[in-house]
């Protein structure tokens, strides 16, 4: 029987043995917890590119055409304007298509899924194993593009046209341009075969008893961001496609002679990448709301408007891109709407901020390395979307627009929100994951060092943005207004250069556990979802019996019991999986 | 896949990745000079062309190029400076002419010489205007200006290539490995900006300067087709004889309105 | 801002600016300053218990309402600068209207001759990346770009437009004071951008004069 057809139950495990071959076990294999660990391993790699890409940005903006020992040796080491575009362009790329979105989506996601919904393994495990092997190819044309003649793509992670599609107007427009968006096809592909399975592993393959408003947020985010990428990620396919026939077929979608509009690429570019970001912070989201409850020792604070925030996020995702566009020509009507909608969306994520707030109040608080995590997530996500307001502001963003303001703000929900979600989610599910304990003191070393340089860098970008200094400049100093800046950005570097090194700590306890942590316990610390429910690692199967839940997956402090902790599978006298549903608010 | 492997491969990539940065670019890269037999040219029978060009009637009125917003560039000029495209000299003759031997030589194959040619960037405007050059023969580009120049050369008959120097007495090396009459230089930071590069495969080629004089010595005795080209008023080409050790005179009128 | 603010406008895109400001820097120091507090008060000590407690509707209602109250306020508040920065152009007859092309890695400026139009054969062009406006005096950008994107940004005006290749777009500015300031490219648009600068100068109107008539002469 194979897997695909016989798993619509959660019992069934489609009845093929666990495998036994290195290849099959650890290369080619269809189990969801070796595919989810294989995103995890290439994302790191890849998040060491990225960061290596930043120190060089960070090098050029601190002392713009100096030799940087090592690198740009055709130019006798000097980082030329088309190669600092270049690395400008491939940071952002690499950090959101090779790091956040595949971190989050396809390693969190997929070893979680099927363990927290208590599956034996997702709907769809071929499919599945599909899903990280595409991005092989992924990968390699990507970092083949940095080889090519010309260079790699230099237009910007937006790539707008028509500097990225004609082929003569940067060096990076060439053949690396033409890889850049062959990679990102082969990236939306996999997306999509992840979002699909998630949705039917969620949809129909929970356990006994687990129903919908059971589901711990690290699910509901899952799912919902699953939904996003659904929904959105054939809109930037289509876009991506259309450039390639403007670069190669002679079409004029987006270029004005032969009647395209470059606007247009702008809008369905946006249309994608504006539900990317919260594809990129939601399920960081969900993971620091689980994460904080288990540590506080203390329910959920607002359960459903949790979950209705999620969606209400995702909801509005949808009708905010505008926001990126209010300076780019589009009729300034629609400046109105987008601003409405954007402030709007601040909402619902205001919401969650106070809710995890709502569950810190009163809690019995353990500062473990995957709390300070999540807890930082909601101190630097709170700087990021107060942030976000100022350019939601359509005549503010008139001055911020495309200056380092914006690139502060991301970086603030993007590291400061995604990246300290995914720390959280590895020093909590490493255990679980590899059967060992991470050490907790270089745990909290590389905390503390993360969070202190991580400010030093990213929060003086507000007051370069402040002060007019564009993105994107390889020397921003040819200007007298922002010559007086330089000192800044050059204490900025070194406070860089420190963060970047401060991650070898995590790359040295990550390697070093993997091997002689501790072993670890089948719930190490004593959390209530149903990963817990089996032993670190779990087998193959994950469960030696599907659990059947009683409760939702916040129970902690709960008067029935003496632990402080009630796990939702725990059988209590009279429990049935359909009792009373647990209460809705105090 | 195991941790080790996992370290070995990083550490593989971000090796490949440090050595290889600087973003590629084969255009025009320098190549060794050839292998290929060298003619030897015989200087007891070898003769010489040379001459002027000569200019009547009125030539256009150079125009103002407009460098205010590069005071540095502006401040080093008493007076203008003035476009390039006409350039009558007091004598008569106009300079900035591209005089080369374009056919009469296909038997002979000439060694590329080591000495590089130099495009300088000096004050806003590429010295010399007019630059001949060998195929393979190295051209270096060289910034004297304190800030961005790029040199976007549009040649036809090899790969164009579009690089940037950003600081004073930056150098770069490119060269040509096929002839083309001309090929077109400009700045894209400074649109005014505009030389002309003649590459061809042998040595016998010169540039009239503010004399108006061109010389092509040590031409082996034959018959040669000589083209004499102009920005503004095109090409015209002669034929002449050279006997052995025989000095050739002549000269080549561009006529005004 | 930290660039001097130099446009009747630009006043009101600073004090939009201080009062977000405000706004969100209340939000921040609640916030962030009872996180602080619940982190050191509700750490875990030998023998503490949380509190076994789901949520609270009154609490959730309030915490909807109020800030969703005041960022809806918020937009509906702006759009009035908007509406005067962007929607509304002066009418040409009152303004000095001025076309900028912008290109790898230049602004063209065309001012207007004799006859007070663009696009007529007595059109003066201004040298590359050098404009020039009379102080107190609206003044119309028509902006163009020939290859790529490209913005036309003045910080000191508070000005910003992207130049669309096939797509003229128009903006407008008073200036309220003379000097010098820069203006800068915010779209990135190949190896010069870095580069891409251009002056402008505000002058008293007669100085102005004077200027278009030396570059009319050359």
């Known amino acids: 029987m194979d897997s695909e057809t016989a798993t619509i139950s959660a019992d069934g495990h489609g009845g093929h043995p666990a495998p036994t071959s290195f290849w099959r076990k650890y290369i080619f294999s269809v189990d969801h917890k070796v595919i989810g660990i294989q995103f995890l391993f290439t994302s790191l790699f890849f998040a060491l590119i990225g960061g290596a890409l930043a120190m060089l940005i960070r090098t050029q903006l601190a002392w713009p055409f100096r030799e940087v020992p090592g690198f740009f040796p055709t130019s006798g080491g000097v980082m030329l304007p088309e190669a600092y575009i270049a690395m400008v362009t491939m940071h952002g790329t690499i950090m959101i298509f090779f790091v956040i979105i595949p971190i989050l989506s396809g390693a969190f996601g997929n070893f979680l899924i099927p363990l927290m919904v208590g599956a034996r393994d997702m709907a769809f495990p071929r499919l599945n194993m599909y899903s990280y092997w595409i991005m092989v190819p992924a990968f390699l044309v990507m970092l083949a593009a940095f080889f090519v003649e010309g260079g790699t793509a230099a237009a910007g992670w937006t790539s707008y046209p028509p500097l990225s599609a004609l082929a003569d107007m940067v060096p990076g427009s060439g053949m690396g341009q033409t890889l850049w968006i062959v990679s990102l096809l082969l990236v939306g592909t996999s997306s999509l075969m992840g979002a699909i399975n998630y949705i039917t592993t969620i949809v129909l393959m929970r356990a006994k008893g687990l129903t919908t408003f059971r589901l711990p947020l690290t699910i509901w985010a899952l799912f919902i961001t699953a939904i996003l990428v659904l929904l959105a990620t054939p809109v930037l396919t289509s876009a991506l496609i259309l450039l390639l026939l403007d670069r190669g077929m002679g079409t004029h979608f987006f270029l004005p002679d032969g009647g395209g509009n470059p606007i247009l690429w702008q809008h369905l570019f946006w249309f994608y990448s504006h539900p990317a970001v919260y594809i990129m912070i939601l399920p960081a989201m969900g993971i620091t709301s689980d994460v904080i409850s288990t540590f506080a020792r203390k329910p959920l604070f607002g359960y459903r408007p949790m979950v209705y925030s999620i969606m209400a996020i995702a909801g509005l995702g949808f009708i905010v891109w505008g926001h990126h ?16 909608s954007t402030m709007m969306i601040a909402l619902p994520s205001a919401i969650k901020t106070f809710n995890w707030l709502g569950t810190l109040w009163g809690g019995n608080i353990h500062f473990t390395s995957a709390m300070l995590n999540a807890i930082a997530f909601v101190a630097m996500f709170i700087i990021g979307g107060l942030t976000g307001v100022f350019a939601a502001a359509t005549p503010v963003d008139i001055f911020i627009h495309d200056t380092h303001w914006i690139v502060g703000h991301i970086h603030y929900v993007l590291f400061g929100g995604s990246l300290f979600g995914v720390f959280a989610g590895l020093y909590y599910w490493f255990p679980k994951m590899f059967g060992r304990m991470m050490d907790e003191r270089l745990g909290k070393i590389h905390f503390a060092l993360t969070f202190i340089t991580f400010n030093l860098v990213f929060f003086p970008m507000f007051i370069l943005g402040a002060s007019g200094m564009p993105r994107r400049l390889a020397d921003p100093y040819q200007y007298e207004f922002l010559a007086p800046l330089q000192g800044l950005n050059q204490f900025m570097t070194y406070s860089a250069f420190v963060l970047f090194l401060s991650q070898l700590i995590l790359i040295g306890n990550f390697a070093w556990s993997l091997f002689r942590g501790r072993q670890a316990a089948a719930n190490p610390w004593q959390a209530n979802t149903l990963e817990w429910a089996t032993t670190s690692p779990p087998p193959h199967d994950n469960f030696e019996t599907i659990p059947v839940v009683y409760r939702g997956a916040y129970e902690y402090a709960s008067p029935l019991i003496a632990e402080d902790y009630l796990p939702q599978h725990r059988w209590l006298d009279g429990a049935t999986p359909t009792t009373v549903p647990q209460p809705a608010g105090d | 896949m195991s941790s080790h492997q996992i370290s070995r491969w990083m550490c593989i990539m971000l090796f490949l990745f440090a050595a290889a940065c600087g973003g590629g670019g084969e255009g025009g890269a320098v190549e060794d000079d050839e292998a290929g037999a060298s003619a030897v040219v015989d200087p007891a029978t070898a003769g010489r062309v040379s001459g002027t060009i000569n200019f009547t009637g009125t030539a256009p009125e150079p125009q103002l190029i407009q460098m205010d917003a590069e005071p540095v560039c502006l401040e080093q000029y008493d007076e203008g400076p003035f476009t390039q495209d006409v350039v009558v000299n007091d004598n008569g003759t106009l300079a900035n002419v591209f005089i080369y031997v374009k056919s009469g030589l296909e038997e002979l194959e000439f060694s590329t010489p080591t000495e590089p040619a130099v495009l300088d960037q000096q004050a806003c405007r590429y010295h010399p205007h007019v630059l001949g050059i060998q195929t393979n023969q190295t051209l ?33 090396e490119r060269s040509f490995p096929a002839a083309e009459i001309m090929i077109p230089v400009s700045c894209d930071v400074h649109s005014w900006m505009s030389a002309y590069v003649g590459v061809v495969d042998h040595p016998y080629f010169d540039v009239t300067g503010d004399d108006g004089a061109f010389e092509l010595p040590n031409l082996p005795p034959g018959e040669y087709e000589i083209e004499a080209w102009h920005e503004f008023y095109g090409a015209q080409t002669m034929n002449v004889t050279v006997g052995e050790g025989e000095s050739v005179e002549t000269e080549f009128t561009y006529e005004g309105e | 801002m930290t660039v001097e603010s130099i446009s009747t406008f630009g006043n009101e895109v600073d004090s939009l600016f201080l009062i977000i400001l405000i706004v969100t820097g209340f939000a921040f120091v609640l916030t962030e300053g009872l996180l602080i507090y619940f982190l050191i008060r509700y750490r875990h000590r030998d023998g503490s218990k949380a509190r076994y407690i789901h949520g609270n509707r009154q609490v959730e209602i309030l915490w ?12 509906i508040y702006q759009t009035g600068a908007w509406q005067l920065i962007r929607q509304i152009l002066p009418a040409e007859s009152e303004a000095l209207v001025i076309a900028v092309e912008a290109r790898q890695f230049e602004w063209h400026p065309t001012y207007p001759g004799a006859d007070g139009r663009l696009g007529t054969d007595d059109d003066i062009e201004a040298p590359i990346n050098v404009i020039q406006v009379p102080v107190n005096r609206k003044v119309i950008v028509r902006l163009s770009a020939d290859d790529v994107l490209h913005s036309f940004f003045v910080p000191a005006l508070r000005v ?31 190896l010069g951008h870095y580069r891409m600068r251009a002056f402008l100068t505000v002058a008293e109107p007669a100085d102005f004069e004077a200027w278009l008539a030396e570059i009319e002469a050359r």
């Open chain 3, 160 to 190: 910003k437009q992207d130049a669309v290749p096939g797509r003229p777009i128009s903006l407008w500015f008073e200036a309220t004071k003379v000097g010098q300031y820069e203006i800068a490219c915010t779209e990135l648009c190949g």
């Open chain 3, 64 to 75: 909807t309402l109020v800030p969703g109250l005041m960022l809806f306020g918020l937009a």
């Open chain 1, 325 to 340: 566009m209010f300076v780019s020509g589009m009729s300034p009507v629609l400046g109105v709407t987008f601003m409405t």
């Open chain 2, 140 to 172: 270096i580009i060289r910034n004297s200006d304190p800030f961005l120049h790029n040199i976007h050369p549009q040649p036809v008959n090899s790969r164009p290539f579009n690089i940037s120097q950003p600081t004073q007495d930056m150098e770069t």
